[in-house]
T-cell receptor, first 113, second 115 residues
Framework: GENVEQHPSTLSVQEGDSAVIKCTYSDSASNYFPWYKQELGKRPQLIID?????GEKKDQRIAVTLNKTAKHFSLHITETQPEDSAVYFCAASISGSARQLTFGSGTQLTVLP | EAGVAQSPRYKIIEKRQSVAFWCNPI?????LYWYQQILGQGPKLLIQ????????DSQLPKDRFSAERLKGVDSTLKIQPAKLEDSAVYLC?????????????FGPGTRLTVT
């Protein structure tokens, strides 16, 4: 089955700096890659996603890039703010009726004021 | 629209006891998932339903875990008997099968502590 590796496990940045989180996946059939943000004690919430027919997607301060050849994708957060502090999970899915998500192990992002 | 509802939010039980969790998905969402999230890890899929049928339960420890989705709406997940390693947050998620249908919406989860 699919395996998703996520790095780093913890990341501290100064407010205003950029943060980058990287994930690799094993199944070349995967074609949907969402990123979820989970604040302490709360539910995971989708912040951005990308499909394999697109190489990059941006939404304000957040962007995701996908390299299908290398089977890796990354989350980029620019101009970080304290409220960006949370655990971020990447995931991968194969299209079809199942569309099951395989999650990475998470990255604890801390934005220092 | 109302989100995914789960109850209870917290549960503490002793090992070998049984426990049940309830999930009410977003109205109209045909697909429902149960995930187990152990502290410090990503959610791990336990079981997936499409309407009231099981799509995948390959990662469900069937000797102690069971789940059902009667009438294709609400779902319950049961553990009997519980073990210490079952301590985790149990997340329910739902997804529509119409249109894009990619995003999974998560409930707030049930935090289970087994002592």
């Amino acid at each position: 089955g699919e395996n998703v590796e996520q790095h780093p496990s913890t990341l501290s940045v100064q407010e205003g700096d950029s943060a980058v989180i990287k994930c690799t996946y094993s199944d070349s059939a995967s074609n949907y890659f969402p990123w979820y943000k989970q604040e302490l004690g709360k539910r995971p919430q989708l912040i951005i996603d990308i499909r394999s027919n697109v190489g990059e997607k941006k939404d304000q301060r957040i962007a995701v890039t996908l390299n299908k050849t290398a089977k890796h994708f990354s989350l980029h957060i620019t101009e970080t703010q304290p409220e960006d502090s949370a655990v971020y999970f990447c995931a991968a899915s194969i299209s079809g009726s199942a569309r099951q998500l395989t999650f990475g192990s998470g990255t604890q992002l801390t934005v220092l004021p | 629209e109302a989100g995914v509802a789960q109850s209870p939010r917290y549960k503490i039980i002793e090992k070998r006891q049984s426990v049940a969790f309830w999930c009410n998905p977003i109205s109209g969402h045909a697909t429902l998932y149960w995930y187990q999230q152990i502290l410090g890890q990503g959610p791990k899929l336990l079981i997936q339903f499409q309407n009231n049928g099981v799509v995948d339960d390959s990662q469900l420890p069937k000797d102690r875990f069971s789940a059902e989705r009667l009438k294709g709406v609400d779902s319950t997940l049961k553990i009997q008997p519980a073990k210490l390693e079952d301590s985790a947050v149990y997340l329910c998620a739902s997804r529509t099968t119409s249109g894009r249908g990619y995003e999974q919406y998560f409930g707030p989860g049930t935090r289970l502590t087994v002592t």
